[in-house]
C-alpha cells in the first residue's frame, strides 16, 4: 500500500473518499488560515532585525559583523530550548503551549526597543529564540494529528507560506515603519518597528486558547462522523508506520536517517538565515532609497509563495517527496551561484535571488513530510525538534560568519558563493537519505 495515498486508506473507512476529502478541506479552511497567520509573526518576529539593522546598526554603533553575532544568539537559546519545549508541548497539549509560545515571544521582540548595544541586543534575541523555541516543530506535529499523509504536503506549503509571505509583506512595511514613524513619540523608526511587530503576537497567543482544538476528537465544527472517519484514517496511518518499526524515544535522536535529515536541515536553514538576515543589506548596496529596498526585497518573497504552493502541491500529487527536495536545493543553489556574480547587474542579481528562495522555501514542506514517513507519536515529536535545533545551528554561525566575509571581502559575492555550495550539498544529502530509506524500508511502503 502507498503510504501517501489518503484514498487507499479512506477506501475502507464508512464514509467515502470523497467524503473525507470533504473533511479535510473543512478542517483546512478552519485551521491553516490561523496558523499561517501565526507562523507570520513568528517569521517576521524573528527576522524583522534584518530590516532594523538599516538604521539601527548606525544609532548602536554595531558594525556588520558585530551584528551578525547579535542576530546568531537567537539560536542559541532556540537550540537550547527545541527538544525540552516540543517535549512539554506533548505533554500539556498544543493549545496552551502554543499560546504560551507566542505571548513570550511577542513580549520579547517588543522589549528590544530598549536595548542600547551589542551586548543588550544579545541578551534580547536570545530570549527571544528561547520563547519561540519548539513552535515550528509543534505546528508540524499538530498537522500530523490532522491532516493523512497524502495531504500532508500540501499543507505544511500552506501553512509555510507564512515565511516568504512575512517578506511580501512585512518588507515593504517595515521600510515604511523606518521611513515615516522615525521620531513619532521620541522613539526610532527601529524601535516602532518592534514594538508594532511584537505585540500582535501577544493577542494572537492569547486567541489560541480558543480557536486551537487539540484533536479532532475535541472539534465541536466537525460532525461526529466526521470526527471517527478522520481519526480512524489517522489512527491507520499510524499502525502502518510502526508496523514497519517502532522507534524509541533514544532511537529517535540516533537514528542515521534522522542524523542525515539533521544535516540536510542545516544546508537549507542557512539559505534561509541568510536570506532573512542579509537580503536588505544586499539591496540596499544596490544604491536604493529605504522604501525602495523594501519593494525590492519582497520580489523574491512573493515569488517564493507562489513556487511554495505549487512546489508541495506537485509532490502531494506525484507521491514523491525526497526527489523533490533535491531538485528545490539545486534550484536554489544556481539562483545564488547566479546572484553572486552579477551583483553589479541588480537585475540579474534580482533573479538570481529570486531562483535561491524559491528554491530554499519552496524544499521546505515537502523536507517536513519526511520525518513522520518512518516516525510517529512522542518520538516523532522529539525527532522533528531535534532536527529542527540541529538545522538552526546554521543560525548560530551563519549571521556571525557572513558578515565577518562582508567585511573582509567588501561585498555579498563570497556569501552567496557559500550559500550555493550548502545548497548542492542538500542536494547530495537527499540523494544519501533516499538510498538509506530504500534500504530501511520494504519496497511496498518506501514510496516518499
Partial sequence: MNLESTADIAASAPA????????????????????????????????????????????LGLSVAAYGFAASMFFWGYILFEVPSNLVLGKVGARFWISRIMVTWGLISAATIFVTGGTSLSALRFLLGA????????????????????????????????????????????????????GLGGLAGWKWLFLTQGL?????????????????SEAKWLGTSERLQLERVLDAERRQTEAVRKFTLREGFTNPR???????????????????????????????????IGVVTA????????????????????????????????????????????????VVAVIGLSMGCIGVFASFPVFWTLPPSFLTGITA???????????????????????????????????????????????????VFARMNRRATPASLSRI
Avoid at 204 to 216: A, D, F, K, N, V
Fill in 258 to 292: 534522522v542524523l542525515v535529515l539533521a544535516l540536510l536541515f542545516f544546508c537549507l536553514v542557512c539559505g534561509s538565515t541568510g536570506v532573512g538576515f542579509f537580503l536588505p543589506l544586499i539591496v540596499k548596496d544596490f544604491g536604493l532609497p529605504t522604501v525602495q
Fill in 381 to 431: 515529536a522529539a525527532s522533528m525538534a531535534f532536527i529542527n535545533s540541529l538545522g538552526n545551528v546554521s543560525g548560530v554561525v551563519g549571521p556571525g560568519f557572513i558578515g565577518w566575509t562582508r567585511d573582509v571581502s567588501g561585498g555579498f559575492t563570497l556569501m552567496l558563493a557559500i550559500l550555493a555550495v550548502l545548497m548542492t550539498g542538500a542536494a547530495a544529502l537527499s540523494l
Fill in 200 to 216: 500582535p503576537s501577544v493577542l494572537l497567543g492569547i486567541s489560541c486558547l480558543w480557536l486551537l482544538p487539540s484533536r479532532p
Fill in 16 to 59: 467515502s473518499e470523497a467524503a473525507l476529502s470533504v473533511t479535510v478541506a473543512k478542517v483546512a479552511r478552519r485551521l491553516i488560515p490561523f496558523l499561517c497567520i501565526l507562523y507570520f509573526f513568528a517569521y517576521l518576529d524573528r527576522f524583522n532585525v534584518g530590516f532594523a539593522a538599516l538604521t539601527m546598526n548606525h544609532d
Fill in 299 to 346: 520580489i523574491p518573497y512573493l515569488l517564493s509563495v507562489i513556487g511554495m504552493v505549487w512546489w508541495s502541491r506537485r509532490s502531494d500529487a506525484k507521491g514523491k517527496r525526497i526527489e523533490y527536495v533535491a531538485l528545490a536545493a539545486i534550484f536554489a543553489a544556481a539562483g545564488f551561484l547566479l546572484a553572486a556574480f552579477t551583483l553589479k547587474t541588480p
Fill in 131 to 182: 520563547a519561540e523555541a519548539g513552535f515550528l516543530p509543534g505546528i508540524l506535529v499538530y498537522l500530523t494529528e490532522w491532516f493523512p499523509r497524502g495531504d500532508r504536503a500540501r499543507m505544511i506549503g500552506m501553512f509555510q507560506i507564512a515565511m516568504p509571505l512575512s517578506g511580501v509583506l512585512g518588507a515593504p512595511v517595515s521600510s515604511l515603519i523606518l521611513a515615516h514613524m522615525h
